[in-house]
């Protein structure tokens, strides 16, 4: 059929601010549907809160809304844009829920507005559990054995008929909020009590536990007309109990035969006609009994979604194009596979390599939760790798997650053995490693399949890496034997750890002995057909498939694995990087390990390279490609740690030179620079040791910002306002050493703490955007809230920060993007960090101003000069608010406050025309609205009640009431100002945690008094993020929210897109 | 474990070296290549892959082991398996053996180590060519003359080293010698064996057929004699040219009872009607192959096996109604007679391996039979495209030695 003319204009949703659960993957699938439907002849409009996509560039849609996703917003939207078609299936749980909504509402069907992708009745049919059970018995599927409960005390009786242990699940969530496995009455009681208040519809659906079954993941897709294609089996390494998201997967299924396999399909077949999915594709999951093969269906999402992306670059298959196109009436057949380009999407991609995710997490952050792993998911982060055996795929999937040093832990000691054996019958992010390690100590992989429930096929392949590691140890260099280890997967670093060399020389005699990797081709169809579309991965076997320079070619390294302070913002810069030099003629060639992203979309660049971002992994693209430069500023730490290793081995870097990086990065030249500049910045210390770091802090004067001295994303780092404090940071942070030392920064207490990104090409520097945070100095500028244009600071201090920027870029001999933090105080401005390098600003700023800076400085990189580009300088009559999102609530026991370590995972971005409705909108868009009516609980220190006063009036005047704890409950009284008194916690019953419970709080704000008196305040803070009250947490951030409360009351909030006038 | 060296030796020179596995020996054939992910036993004893070395796509191969169920016939009918990673120790709740242990006990040299994807571009490039494959020597030299002096695949009439002498029935469980009890009064499909896949049994029986198979040299009268109520022209191995007796029997049988051609058989009935057939270049061989039906659009996604097609163009101008071509290269895939009771696909609507897309083909051919007799056959309802893939593979246990 061809595409469908009843539509013209279409609304495609987003999936908002990155989330645990649903993150880029999200904008990987957004922005190949809006440029497919482009492609078509349709109109984009897209609504997405989240500046840092990619797919919220102007050139993606021809309108883009950087507004909340609520139906409120999504309603002014369609109201405005009249659009014809709702295309709801790429964004997320988020955008299934809003379109739900708008549904539901009447607002589709006022505004004549259709449905696109799955209707109405198949998300319902797929997301009611039981409405889905239902589907599944028509279907002749079984579910597991289940119930619904609304409250307590039905969980408990469901429960104790069902029989322990039982899975708790929580209705329409995303990434399994709300979920979790129970083995006892008490745990029933607790997890249901969570799961019912974390489900919109407040009931949770309690079921049989399904652990150790082996868990499998179909996707799958049908078309108008009825034609279904399966693109891909997934199969779990660990068995059911861990969500997806937080499993090992391995694509294709390995452990299946073709009858087993096919009954699978058969099956899928069915779940898809069932549900209806008209036009669209789904993922199915499916629970196998190891031993009878008893096959149960666990669920279905009715839109693309993480294992779609994941399919999609397993495979070579874009789901998410697809989906699009068959969304608007084509049909598989009339859609020619796009790496072929002779054959049609209707077939199911046959692979000749083996592809295993690893996921990663980011519990060094969130030390006081419970790091293992269930039905919820908790990891932030994924590697992918491609490789022609599963030992190699896993090994290049082990050193792709950068947190390992790419080499294999050490076996088990016999002391250890029985902990680490009992540690892996629990899932936790660290049982790949204990596996290895107790492999290597002599367990046996039935022992392991039999606590662990981990099919034996797995363990298997693994003790063939670890039985080779073994005949290593000891051994001398050797080149049969080198061969086979890297045939196997070895990395040189394991090479050099034990043959006893250094990396650099592992790596001389493997080119000498002619030990080198070929690139073969990811193409659907097993090399059946000849491939057009380039996307490769590295593999010792014989033959080469890359093809002959034409062009000059330029490597583009991305950012690896999403990780808290390295995600999205950067591989957007490397796309927007790579899109600009291909259309100026270059052949760009991406390297990333990480399937979630748009970089890894063989689409954004000439050719791809699925590989790990390690040293050697990317010299050996280098070797086979000689581009004329690696790119490595745009991706963040990762490919920036590289630079060192690809200097030094001779490789070009694009853009600022290595020794302009190490200037930056070089604590004392870039102490020596500053000061030679004639510029301010915090006093400062490097220890080596423990004495000398509570020596130096002394010197320093309280408080003061500690770090230890390699740091992403803040982590470890503090600020201590006293001695105490400081010991028990040395006691955690143990590696101290003349290698790793502790540096040590005078904190400026009360300061203002500016962001600037800019782009600059050795001589002309321009300035993006000077940011203003509306935090003060102290919390990470990830976590900041931040505003474009400055709100407080004078005219004349942006001046002289844009000249101190133009001077830190000239001296720094910034040949592409950096990024400069400073703090004001008192008219002061202190420079506090230089960064030669993409930020996670950049594709905010961008937004803001409509500058595109990525781009900038791409074509910098490779010799054009801005002079000569000539950018306009915008001054834009909107202003622009980034909120981060913060992931508090997947972790409980955490404490809600911010710091020196960022720990959101994402953003969200308000504009509007005046400050105070920006604001509400970042509020709306991640999740923590702003309220129109009810109790603001005060709970401040006493340095900033005074502050407070004023604030406090404000709000009564706008008809909030105040309810505060006694310190700041009597110094409003005294000051005429009428508040309700609540006990603290341990003063008696009804606490002021109870009343959060209890929802008679609508915002909380409470500024910390410093680490000695937080036990309510954490209480009050995991209160208030368990029941989804916004809270703030510095007075700086109260008072922009209190403008923000008189500016959502005062009407109704307006949109506007990005491509109208800025 | 350390294997001996093994080399694939291919007649244009090229050699692949790797590890040895299964049965120390030496074999010659046409190589070919098959880009299914599952069904590696099914694959092997499949007899259209007779005189043929089998190279798969998918690097690794006896994950899931081998079981006494998942046959296509009673043994292993290609000549060799090459391999990019054996699996040693496999796991899965039906498994009875390694891979390497059941070529071993069946007499088949394998190759493990093998740049399989490299030996599959060069065959795509240059086309299929024949191979030898030894675990016993690795002189390129040598091999590669043995490749040289096997014969080629054209002109080969292999239907008669793989078609059963004794005719036999098909039962609940398989093969037996007398016919079944349970089927007695069910309409009779007699099925001239070229190399039959037992899943085309276990289909038509599932259909509500009573089967009846019989030895390929069995002339259009004998199995007339028979009093068949529909033939099944089956599937089997190499060139349908030289098979003039299958030929002459496609053409009396259908002309008098429904008349279901697969594969070969859909190859013998184009002949029959005066068609001409040719070699592929690297053939169809894998389960993800996208069939399309010319009258509803419908897409299958199917199982398919065959070096040699049907030349559309040389079919005698409107007997046929071409019905099915494929989606990657536009052959035609499938046909149906208009006036006789005939019909034919190109492809394996019984796949094992492969997906069931396509089992609408049994109850095309179970409709033409029931107009023929005047009553249904096996008495199920029409079908329908909700139910197209709904049909379990009827479970069947390998029988000894059939006859």
Not at chain 1, 867 to 880: H, K, L, N, Y
């Amino acid at each position: 059929m061809p595409k469908r003319t009843d539509i013209r204009k279409i609304l495609v949703l987003g999936a908002g601010p990155i989330v645990i659960g649903q993150a880029c993957e999200f904008d990987y699938s957004g922005t190949q549907g809006c440029r497919s439907l482009r492609a078509l002849g349709y109109e984009v409009v897209l609504l997405n809160s989240n500046p840092a996509t990619i797919m919220t560039d102007p050139e993606f849609a021809d309108r883009t809304y950087v507004e909340p996703l609520i139906p409120e917003i999504a309603e002014r939207i369609i109201a405005k844009e009249r659009p014809d078609a709702l295309l709801p299936t790429l964004g997320g749980q988020t955008a299934l829920n809003l379109a739900v909504s708008l549904a539901k509402s009447g607002v589709l069907e006022r505004y004549g507005v259709k449905l696109i992708g799955a209707s109405l009745e198949a998300i319902e049919t797929a997301e009611d559990r039981d409405l889905f059970k239902k589907a599944m018995e028509r279907a002749g599927m079984r579910l597991p054995k289940s119930g619904y409960a609304t409250t307590v005390a039905d969980a408990v009786a469901l429960g104790e008929q069902l029989g322990y242990p039982l899975v708790i699940r929580s209705s329409f969530t995303l990434g399994g909020q709300g979920s979790g496995l129970v083995h006892d009455r008490r745990h029933l009681r607790e997890a249901a009590r969570v799961g019912i208040a974390a489900s919109p519809n407040g009931s949770i659906l309690i079921e049989e536990c399904l652990l150790g079954w082996k868990e499998y993941e179909l996707e799958v897709m049908r078309d108008g007309h009825d034609n279904v294609v399966i693109v891909c089996s997934i199969e779990n390494f660990d068995p059911m109990g861990v969500h997806t998201g937080d499993s090992i997967t391995v694509a294709p299924a390995q452990t299946l035969t073709d009858r087993c396999y096919q009954i699978m399909r058969d099956a899928s077949l069915r779940i898809i006609r069932e549900i209806r999915i008209e036009a669209g594709g789904c993922n199915i999951q499916f629970a196998v009994h190891p031993r009878t093969g008893e096959m149960i269906v666990i669920e279905m999402n009715p839109r693309v979604s993480r294992s779609s992306a994941l399919a999609s670059k397993a495979t070579g298959f874009p789901i998410a194009k697809i989906s699009a196109m068959l969304a608007v009436g084509l049909t598989l057949d009339e859609i020619p596979n796009d790496i072929t380009r002779k054959t049609p999407a209707c077939f199911e991609p046959s692979l000749d390599y083996c592809v295993v995710k690893i996921p990663r997490w980011a519990f060094e952050k969130f030390r006081f939760t419970d790091r293992r792993l269930g039905t919820r998911m908790k990891s932030v982060g994924e590697v992918m790798a491609i490789g022609r055996t599963f030992p190699e795929a896993l090994l290049k999937g082990w050193r792709a997650l950068e947190s390992n040093g790419g080499v294999l832990p050490d076996a088990v000691a016999d002391h250890e053995r029985e902990a680490v054996q009992h540690a892996v019958r629990e899932p936790s992010p660290d049982r790949l490693r204990d596996l290895f390690r107790l492999l290597a100590g002599g367990d046996t992989p039935e022992s392991l399949s039999a606590i662990t429930g981990i099919d034996p096929w797995y363990l298997h392949q693994m003790t063939r890496i670890t039985s080779l590691d073994r005949e290593l140890r000891g051994a001398t260099w050797d080149d049969a034997t080198v061969r086979h280890a890297k045939r196997m997967g070895f990395s040189d670093r394991q090479l050099a750890l034990r043959f006893g060399l250094a990396e650099t020389e592992v790596r001389r005699r493997r080119i000498a002995a002619g030990i080198v990797p070929v690139m073969k081709a990811v193409d659907t169809c097993g090399a059946e057909f000849q491939a057009e579309t380039p996307y490769f991965y590295s593999t010792y076997e014989e033959e080469c498939e890359v093809p002959e320079a034409t062009r000059p070619r330029v490597l583009i390294l991305g950012s690896g694995p999403n990780r808290i302070g390295q995600g999205l913002e950067f591989d957007y810069c490397c796309v927007q990087a790579a899109l600009e030099l291909k259309s100026r003629g270059y052949d760009v060639l991406i390297a990333n390990s990480n399937p979630e992203t748009v970089s890894t979309d063989y689409d954004v660049s000439n050719r791809l390279y699925f590989e790990p971002l390690t040293a050697e992994d990317v010299l050996n693209i280098v070797d086979r490609e000689k581009p004329i430069g690696v790119v490595v500023q745009l991706g963040g730490q990762t490919p920036l740690k590289l630079a060192k290793a690809l200097h030094e081995a001779g490789v070009p870097l694009l853009g600022t030179s290595f020794d302009g990086l190490d200037l930056a990065e070089n604590r004392s030249r870039w102490r020596d620079l500053v000061t030679e500049l004639g510029l301010k910045q915090p006093d400062s210390r490097i220890a080596a040791t423990r004495e000398e770091t509570l020596a130096m802090a002394e010197q320093l004067g309280w408080p003061v910002l500690v770090r230890p001295s390699y740091v992403l994303g803040g982590r470890g780092m503090r600020i201590v306002y006293e001695r105490s404090e400081l010991e028990d940071w040395l006691a955690r942070e143990a590696l101290i050493s003349a290698d790793e030392p502790v540096l040590l920064d005078k904190f400026l207490e009360g300061a203002l703490e500016v962001d600037v990104d800019a782009v600059a090409d050795g001589e002309t520097v321009m300035v993006g955007a000077v940011m203003e945070h509306i935090e003060e100095a102290g919390v990470h500028s990830g976590d900041s809230t931040c505003v474009i244009p400055p709100f407080t600071l004078g005219d004349s201090t942006v001046a002289e920060i844009r000249a101190i920027t133009t001077r830190l870029a000239r001296a720094l001999g910034v040949r592409g993007l950096m990024n400069v933090q400073y703090a004001v105080r008192m008219g002061d401005i202190y420079v506090l960090e230089a960064n030669p390098r993409a930020s996670r600003t950049v594709p905010f700023v961008s937004k803001a101003v409509g500058i595109p800076l990525a781009r900038l400085a791409a074509r910098v990189m490779v010799g054009e000069r801005l002079a000569d580009i000539r950018p306009a300088e915008t001054d834009p009559r909107m202003i622009s608010v980034k909120k981060p999102v913060l992931p508090f609530s997947r972790f409980p026991g955490e404490d809600a406050l911010l710091g020196p370590e960022m720990k959101s995972t994402g953003e969200v971005m308000g504009r509007d025309l005046d400050f105070g409705r920006a604001l509400a909108k970042a509020h709306l868009g991640a999740g923590d609205a702003l309220p129109l009516e009810g109790n603001v609980l005060l709970s401040v220190r006493d340095d900033d009640k005074r502050s407070i006063t004023f604030m406090a009036k404000k709000l009564v005047e706008l008809g909030y009431g105040l309810v505060a704890t006694r310190g700041t409950a009597r110094f409003l009284s005294r000051n005429g100002i009428p508040v309700r008194e609540v006990y603290k916690v341990h003063e008696g019953r009804p606490h002021v945690a109870d009343l959060i419970d209890n929802g008679e709080i609508q915002l909380v704000i409470n500024t910390p008094l410093g680490r000695a008196s937080e036990y309510d305040e954490q209480a009050i803070r995991e209160r208030a993020v368990a029941m989804s009250v916004p809270v703030v947490t510095t007075l700086a951030g109260a008072q922009v929210t209190v403008a923000g409360l008189e500016a959502l009351r005062r009407g109704p909030l307006e949109v506007t897109s990005l491509q109208e006038a800025l | 474990m350390k294997r001996r060296e093994a080399m694939l030796a291919l007649e244009d020179g090229r050699v692949f070296r790797g590890e040895a596995f299964g049965a120390d020996t030496e074999t010659t054939g046409e190589v070919v290549f098959n880009t299914a992910m599952t069904g590696y036993q099914e694959v092997l004893s499949d007899p259209s892959y007779c005189g043929q070395i089998l190279t798969f796509t998918y690097p690794l191969l006896g994950n899931y082991g081998v079981n006494d169920e998942d046959y296509e016939s009673d043994g292993l009918r290609a000549q060799g398996m090459v391999c990019r990673d054996l699996c040693e120790v496999p796991s899965n709740w039906r498994s009875t053996g390694t891979l390497d242990g059941l070529l071993r006990d069946k007499g088949l040299p394998g190759i493990t180590g093998v740049d399989t994807r490299a030996l599959t571009r060069h065959l795509r490039d240059r086309g299929t060519m024949r191979g030898c494959l030894s675990t016993l020597s690795v002189n390129a030299d040598e091999l590669v003359e043995k490749a040289r002096r096997s014969p080629r695949m054209e002109g080969l009439a292999l239907a008669d080293v793989v078609t059963c002498t004794e005719p036999y029935w098909w039962g609940e469980h398989g093969v037996v010698t007398t016919e079944p009890a349970a089927d007695r009064g069910k309409p009779l499909v007699v099925v001239p064996d070229y190399g039959v896949k037992w899943n085309i049994l276990r289909c038509l029986r599932a259909e509500g057929f009573r089967v009846r198979v019989v030895p390929g040299r069995t002339t259009g009268e004998q199995i007339l004699a028979l009093s068949p109520d529909g033939v099944l022209l089956s599937n089997g191995p190499g060139d349908p040219e030289p098979l003039d007796f299958a030929i002459a029997a496609a053409r009396v049988v259908s002309q008098k009872v429904p008349t279901f051609g697969i594969c070969l058989g859909h190859q013998l009935l184009g002949l029959a009607f005066g068609a001409r057939t040719r070699k592929l270049k690297f053939g169809h061989r894998g389960a993800n192959h996208p069939v399309i039906d010319r009258r509803t659009g419908v897409v299958e996604v199917t199982s398919q096996n065959h070096g040699f097609m049907v030349d559309a163009d040389t079919l005698p101008a409107g007997e046929f109604e071409l019905t099915h071509f494929s989606g990657n290269d536009g052959t035609l895939e499938g046909m149906v007679h208009r006036s006789l009771p005939v019909l034919s696909c190109q492809y394996h609507p019984e796949s094992s391996p492969g997906p069931h897309d396509s089992r609408v083909w049994f109850r095309a051919f179970a409709d033409l039979v029931a107009a023929r007799i005047g009553q249904p056959v096996g008495g199920a309802s029409a079908p329908s495209r909700a139910s197209r893939a709904a049909e379990p593979v009827t479970a069947s246990r390998t029988p000894s030695k059939k006859g």
